[in-house]
């Protein structure tokens, strides 16, 4: 027994080699889920076949926010509610890159909520994953956009009363090209949902339901993170396709999830070119995919 | 040149800052001088009376704005009616003859050109703002012509040299008309 | 290295100030800009917009100016060369990214075309009161550089120089113009593309093994990896070590934030530049900056003509502020008369650096308008008594 053991954990993690290891333990809570749709990223990233000198993460501030320090590709913690806009410049400015924004609900949707929006609108060629714990962890549980109505947050110790946002459907209806949500137990779904948002182009929505036990659990006296996944478990319902209209998530209520949307729609770069070409033809010059970088020696 | 101010006033759409715009340019990148010209931001440049000014000189031109205009460009009555008490004493009102009165105080000169009329006869009304330029340039023979009609021929849309050069010519023909054309003399310093 | 042909409009023109920025920028190689229309800085994205799909450059109208201002970082990383272009109410959206940028040393350039403010203020109206915003408007502590244009050519060549600057450096470099520069039109010459000197980004040349991005091997300036070479490597606005991790301890707080200031401050001799005529045998020395430098020559002559010997000092750039200059000529001046269109910032500069061997006197004025040449002629007369 002890021979098995001690062969488990001579073995390297099989993401291993996307993760930091040099920074490893994580600031992340015992039972939190973000490590969870981490390992499922880093795993569609492998199999994708994607060259991961090109592929980079964009985060914003929070505890999903750390997921671009972690990870070992070029990796940028920007600010507060900015990874979207962020994300769109270094896109722009290097468009053979494939960018990912990792964050969490407070910073995509609360503080970046305008950001998160117009990106959609444009169809911006980024893959946003969104972790949503229902509430804002680091800074000590208050209450978030999408905290559910009645809820329990430190900043709303009797309740939440206010309408939270059913994030597929803002995302949907403002033009993604992309949308579903898997809650990090469907580990497989979650890593094919990743799989394919990969392949795809524009702007690409996933939103990942995740336990938070320190904050989230523990106001709501809901268990252990354990617990939440159990919670999960029995009261997730697959919906692929659902209308997005019909994905609200009420409190301890089922959690449809499921892929709402898989549209080819032109990006915003596809959009631009095509313009451009048409009214300017031959007048046209493109930036080029590697970017706009003027070289000393050229 | 000593310091010679100029303001240029009509409503949106008659290319008010397009007469400061060439005049500025032909008197600084063709005729070696200073001009420096503003035009007039705000809800009232999108709306009615809009205005641009010019500071020319033969030196830097130190003080961007104009304050006691030597000449004033009106080609609306609204714009002459609020710009007119600037126009310093003996200075000089050229005026869209058709459109606006001129009201000046004694000692200060008027003469008017009919352009929008004569740009119509152009087939073009569009470039009455290039036959009051060319009117501008014969009257006060402050920039060289050939410096104005190459500011001309480079700032209008390309394909339209010729007919505006033409409307320039005619502004300019009817200041030599004797009758319109006072002296400049007193007007500058 | 020599300015990219495509982006160089050779030749002499006749613009305002906003398009000389514009055209400077392209000049100097930017190629993207991100932005939020605002008067009276619109005319320099308005340019830009026109002139880049034929240039390879992209530009996006952005939702507002935090995203034009996190985009431009985001786009720095990419190695493209960038800018955003605002007014004040912009600029105080600005002041979060311009921080980040600070943080992980973005070379980027920030063009604010002062308008008078509080607030929504005077949207047409020229101002000077965003200079001490400029230099602390970001919280906590950093340095960046600031350069202040007084014509539509200096608008052209300032901007040029200010992307310089940023490469060389790798902060923020903020365009203060103002209002009236900005929309007065004068001659321009822009020079051919081989007379134009350029800084391309400082590209490190070591493999991604031995590559830290914020090693500075004594120097006070890392050098540069752009995302998608490689290099895998890590960057963020928190307190981080030479691996670009996040370190939370005072000892690494001190050497970063102590090495953001240093590098401008002990380079402040190189970046700092001021324009001087007639300082020799002054009594009275005036100081300003962008269209009030020119304001104050006319005050200057009324002076002479009354007999005082007076001299001037213009800054080109305001931050990092000539301080060691200031002094010198505070031990044999008897006074600096300081006009600016603001209540007094630049000022308190100059009032610091005098400490009192010098007289220091303000020439306020709220906005909107210029000086009158008499009010800074009859400060000066005052000073000189």
Redesign the interface.
């Known amino acids: 027994m002890s021979t098995r053991t001690d062969d488990t954990t001579a073995r390297e993690h099989p993401i291993a080699p996307f993760i930091r290891m040099e920074r490893m333990p994580h600031i992340w809570c015992p039972t939190c889920g973000i490590g969870t749709v981490v390992k499922c990223y880093a795993t569609a990233l492998a199999d994708s076949g994607v060259d991961l000198d090109k592929a980079c993460v964009v985060s914003g501030i929070g505890c999903t926010g750390r997921v671009a320090g972690y990870m070992r590709l070029d990796g940028f913690h920007s600010t507060h509610g900015r990874a979207i806009p962020f994300a769109t410049g270094l896109k722009l400015g290097r468009p053979e890159l494939l960018v990912t924004v990792f964050s969490g609900d407070g910073d995509l949707v609360g503080i970046g909520g305008n950001h998160f929006i117009h990106a959609a609108r444009r169809n911006m060629d980024l893959l946003v994953v969104l972790v949503n714990n229902f509430i804002y962890g680091m800074t000590g549980g208050q209450n978030a956009p999408t905290t559910p109505l009645t809820a329990h947050s430190s900043t709303m110790p009797f309740g939440n009363f206010e309408r939270p946002f059913s994030l597929p459907h803002l995302a949907a209806s403002c033009g993604a090209s992309y949308v579903a949500r898997w809650t990090c137990l469907q580990v497989r779904q979650l890593t094919w949902a990743f799989a394919e948002a990969i392949g795809r182009k524009g702007f690409r929505f996933i939103e990942v339901i995740a336990p938070c036990s320190t904050l989230y659990a523990r106001l709501n006296k809901l268990g252990s993170g354990l617990d939440l996944m159990r919670f999960y478990h029995d009261n997730v319902e697959i919906r692929n396709g659902a209308d997005t209209r019909e994905v609200d998530i009420g409190y301890q209520e089922k959690i449809v999830c499921g892929k709402f949307r898989d549209e080819e729609r032109p990006t915003y770069l596809e959009l631009m070119h095509e313009h451009y070409r048409k009214t300017l033809g031959d007048r046209y010059v493109p930036m080029p995919p590697e970017g706009g970088l003027i070289r000393g020696e050229d | 040149m000593e310091r010679t101010e100029i303001r240029i006033t009509g409503f949106g759409g008659q290319g008010v800052v397009l007469i400061?715009?060439i005049i500025?340019?032909a008197w600084?990148?063709h005729a070696g001088g200073?001009?420096?010209?503003?035009?007039s931001?705000?809800p009232e440049a999108r709306g009615s009376a809009c205005s641009a000014t010019l500071a020319l000189s033969d030196r830097?031109?130190?003080?961007?704005?104009v304050r006691r205009t030597d000449i004033l460009v009106a080609m609306s009555s609204e714009g002459c009616e609020k710009y007119v008490g600037e126009l310093k004493d003996g200075g000089l009102l050229i005026h869209e003859s058709d459109l606006v009165a001129p009201a000046v105080r004694p000692g200060q000169r008027a003469c008017g050109v009919p352009s929008t009329r004569i740009a119509e006869a152009l087939g073009r009304r569009l470039v009455q703002n290039i036959v009051m330029l060319g009117f501008f340039a014969g009257v006060t023979r402050l920039v060289p012509l050939e410096a104005m009609r190459e500011?001309v021929r480079l700032s209008v849309p390309a394909g339209t040299e010729e007919l505006n050069l033409k409307a320039f010519d005619q502004g300019l023909a009817h200041a030599e008309t004797a009758a319109s054309a006072p002296s400049l003399e007193g007007v500058k310093p | 290295m020599k300015a990219d042909p495509r982006g160089v409009l050779t030749g002499t023109h006749y613009l305002d100030g906003d398009f000389a920025c514009g055209e400077g920028a392209m000049a100097a190689g930017c190629r993207f800009v991100a932005g939020y229309p605002i008067t009276p800085s619109t005319e320099v994205v308005e340019r830009i917009g026109r002139r880049f799909p034929m240039m390879g450059g992209t530009f996006i109208q952005m939702e507002d100016e935090l995203a034009s201002m996190a985009a431009v970082v985001g786009a720095s990383w990419s190695g493209t060369k960038c800018m955003t272009v605002t007014s004040g109410p912009g600029f105080s959206l600005m002041m979060e990214n311009i921080g980040l940028a600070a943080m992980m040393e973005t070379p980027c350039v920030v063009v604010n075309v002062q308008r008078a403010g509080p607030s929504t203020g005077l949207p047409t109206m020229v101002g000077q009161a965003d200079m001490m915003q400029a230099r602390w408007g970001s919280h906590g502590d950093y340095a960046l550089i600031a350069v202040c244009p007084r014509s539509p050519q200096e608008a052209f060549d300032l901007t040029i120089h200010a992307f310089n600057l940023s490469e060389r450096y790798r902060v923020p470099v903020l365009v203060m113009m103002d209002e009236c520069v900005g929309h007065m039109t004068e001659k321009v010459v822009i020079p051919p593309a081989a007379e134009i000197e350029v800084v391309p980004r400082r590209l490190t040349a070591r493999p991604p093994a031995e590559f830290l991005p914020y090693q500075t091997n004594g120097s006070l300036v890392p050098e540069f990896a752009r995302a998608g070479d490689g290099f895998r490597f890590h960057t963020t606005g928190l307190t981080h070590d030479e691996r670009g991790y996040p370190v939370m301890t005072p000892e690494c707080q001190a050497k970063s934030v102590r090495r953001l200031l240093d590098k401008i401050r002990l380079n402040a001799g190189e970046i700092a530049r001021v324009e001087e005529e007639d300082t020799g045998g002054a009594d009275v020395v005036v100081v300003s900056y962008g269209i009030t430098s020119r304001v104050a020559r006319l005050g200057v002559g009324l002076a002479r003509e009354r007999g005082v010997k007076v001299g001037t000092l213009r800054l080109v750039v305001a931050w990092p502020f000539p301080e060691a200059r200031i002094r010198e000529l505070a031990a044999r001046v008897k006074a600096f008369v300081v006009p600016e269109i603001n209540m007094g910032q630049m000022v308190l500069e100059v009032e610091r650096c005098a400490a009192g061997k010098a007289a220091v006197v303000s020439v306020p004025h709220a906005g909107g308008n210029v000086h009158d040449p008499e009010a800074i002629c009859q400060a000066i007369l005052g000073a000189a008594r």
């Open positions: 400061g715009y500025g340019r600084s990148v200073h001009a420096t010209m503003i035009q931001f705000g830097e031109v130190l003080y961007p704005y500011a």
